[in-house]
């Protein structure tokens, strides 16, 4: 099965910074990634899918890209309601993996 | 609107069943894949399968090949998953969330927690 491996596992960033999280696919997945976001105590909100494409609703700041193996999701201003740990997901085909998980926090 | 309302919490002994249901209302329940993910306290998220409402079909994690069924029930809009020969390790909370096709999964349930426990 094809691994998610995302980086780094947590960070650490002030207010106003660029914030750039990593995943990486052991295999090529086309453009079949989404981001997801978790705040404590809730269920994951999709941010982002095919890659790039915003989800309806999710703040300008945040933004995707990548394709085959290498993506990246990057808050442009972190902001303090963006706190929660952020999960990429392969979904070219089964398994629909996940990356084990990015938690952002507030310096 | 658009939501997904999961069954409350469980309680389960070793080696039990559980069974997690998932009700659909605001869209079409046939149009899209239910998932099933959970997530152990303080871990990621896993995803366990699909049941494609429309045929029935699903498709199994590895790693609950053999233990769980997915199904559903058109008449009420609700999809379920059962889970059996439970281990403590099974302790989780279990999300449905609803998939279209190059998609990703664009509404969650609320979660259940099941605990597994002698």
């Known amino acids: 099965d094809i691994q998610m491996t995302q980086s780094p596992s947590s960070l650490s960033a002030s207010v106003g910074d660029r914030v750039t999280i990593t995943c990486r696919a052991s295999?090529?997945?086309?453009?079949?990634l989404a981001w997801y976001q978790q705040k404590p105590g809730k269920a994951p909100k999709l941010l982002i899918h095919?890659?790039?494409t915003l989800q309806s609703g999710v703040p300008s700041r945040f933004s995707g890209s990548g394709s085959g193996t290498y993506f990246t999701l990057t808050i442009s201003s972190l902001q303090p309601e963006d706190v929660a740990t952020y999960y990429c997901q392969r979904y070219d085909r089964t398994p629909l993996t996940f990356g084990g998980g990015t938690k952002v926090q507030i310096k | 609107q658009v939501q997904l309302v999961q069954s409350g919490a469980e309680v389960k002994k070793p080696g039990a069943s559980v069974k997690v249901s998932c009700e659909a209302s605001?869209?079409?329940?046939?149009?899209?894949?239910i998932n099933w993910v959970r997530q152990a306290t303080g871990q990621g998220l896993e995803w366990m399968g699909y049941?494609?409402?429309?045929?029935?079909?699903?498709?199994?994690a590895q790693n609950f090949q053999g233990r769980v069924t997915m199904t559903r029930d058109i008449s009420t809009n609700t999809a379920y998953m059962y889970l059996s020969s439970l281990r403590s390790d099974d302790t989780a909370i279990y999300y449905c969330?609803?998939?279209?096709f190059g998609e990703g999964m664009d509404v969650w349930g609320q979660g259940t927690t099941v605990t597994i426990s002698s």
């Open positions: 295999q090529g997945i086309s453009n079949y």
């Open positions: 049941m494609k409402p429309h045929n029935g079909e699903t498709g199994y």
């Open positions: 969330a609803r998939k279209q």
């Open positions: 095919v890659a790039s």
């Open positions: 605001g869209y079409t329940f046939t149009s899209y894949d």
